[in-house]
């Protein structure tokens, strides 16, 4: 049986991942968007809000975004691989509630953009479009992947939890940004099309 078919459990996933995707290429029309402004909006700080620019902001979400996608490539080269467990409490509260509570918690290195750079901020969001939009052509292959791998904080994440995580992630710091949009005095959100 083809466990992707509509009628499968696995099926059931693969087709409640059209709505993911589609959240997701929401988020990334909207960062692409933002991407695209001048650099003094990408500059934009708003220190009440947060320690990072909105480039920042958006640099850090392509970087941990291809580490999400990273995880998802790994699930997906071994996928039988019976789970190695499942997320830890912190993990279910925030994928139970959908949000990441505010507040400033301490980044990893590699994740944290050291200074605000428009450019790179561009780069990251256009290379975590490009790698989303090929993700969404496997939803099948998503679905039915048994396979786990660790969130260095939140637990085992299947591919299924990680993209869910990623909507999370991602909707947290776009909030973030238009804070900080609207504190600088430029709307929270683009202009539909700029």
């Known amino acids: 049986m083809n ?3 509509p009628d499968s459990p696995a099926g059931g996933r693969a087709a409640g991942l059209e709505a993911v995707f589609g959240r997701l290429a929401e988020q990334g029309r909207e960062m692409a968007a933002l991407a695209a402004g001048p650099d003094e909006a990408l500059d934009a700080r708003a220190e009440g809000v947060s320690a990072w620019s909105v480039a920042q902001q958006l640099e850090h979400l392509g970087l941990t975004g291809g580490k ?10 071994d996928p039988a691989t019976p789970p190695r467990g499942r997320p830890n409490p912190a993990g279910w509260m925030v994928l139970l509630a959908g949000r990441i509570p505010r507040g400033r918690v301490e980044t990893r290195p590699e994740w944290a953009p050291p ?3 428009p450019e790179r901020a561009r780069r990251g969001v256009a290379a975590l479009g490009a790698r989303t939009a090929a ?7 998503l679905a039915a992947a048994r396979a786990t791998r660790a969130h260095p904080r939140l637990g085992q994440f299947n591919a299924c939890r990680w993209l869910r995580f990623l909507i999370i992630h991602q909707e ?19 202009a539909a099309g700029a």
């Open 172 to 190: 947290h710091h776009l909030r973030l940004v238009r804070d900080i949009r609207a504190a600088a005095g430029s709307p929270p959100r683009p």
């Open 68 to 77: 999400v996608l990273d995880a998802i490539d790994a699930i997906l080269r």
């Open 115 to 117: 200074e605000s750079s």
């Open 3 to 5: 466990s992707s078919a």
């Open 135 to 141: 993700l969404a052509e496997r939803a099948g292959e």
